[in-house]
Nanobody, 123 residues
Framework: QVQLVESGGGLVQAGGSLRLSCAVS????????MGWFRQAPGKERMFVAA????????AYADSVKGRFTISRDNAKNTVYLQMNSLKPEDTAVYYC????????????????WGQGTQVTVSS
């Protein structure tokens, strides 16, 4: 089993920054990826970013490229999402997830999910 616990969400003004953390415990998929997704009210859960545990390779949704940065601390078993230049459209519940294999962009590829953390960006 893998347990994921997100933290760091909150209310911020447009243009501000937040850093989300995802603490991972239990079995870790060292050959797999960790991802961040977000879900706005009434919308589907969407891919935001992903990072590989082993080599640190990253991928981003076009909507966040240049503004968000995903990173990981293998020693702490923690994944981060640094979010800068936040916009009101970034408002959503943000989830971290763990995947062993498959497409990192696809919700169904992820085996484990955190409980989510709310990010609200005011205009």
């Amino acid at each position: 089993q893998v347990q994921l616990v997100e933290s760091g969400g909150g209310l911020v003004q447009a243009g501000g920054s937040l850093r989300l953390s995802c603490a991972v415990s239990g079995r870790t998929y060292r050959n797999g990826y960790m991802g961040w997704f977000r879900q706005a009210p009434g919308k589907e859960r969407m891919f935001v970013a992903a990072i590989g545990w082993s080599f640190g390779s990253t991928a981003y949704a076009d909507s966040v490229k240049g503004r968000f940065t995903i990173s990981r601390d293998n020693a702490k078993n923690t994944v981060y999402l640094q979010m800068n230049s936040l916009k009101p459209e970034d408002t959503a519940v943000y989830y971290c997830a763990a995947v062993a294999s498959g497409s990192i962009y696809y919700v169904g590829s992820y085996n484990y999910w955190g409980q989510g953390t709310q990010v609200t960006v005011s205009s």
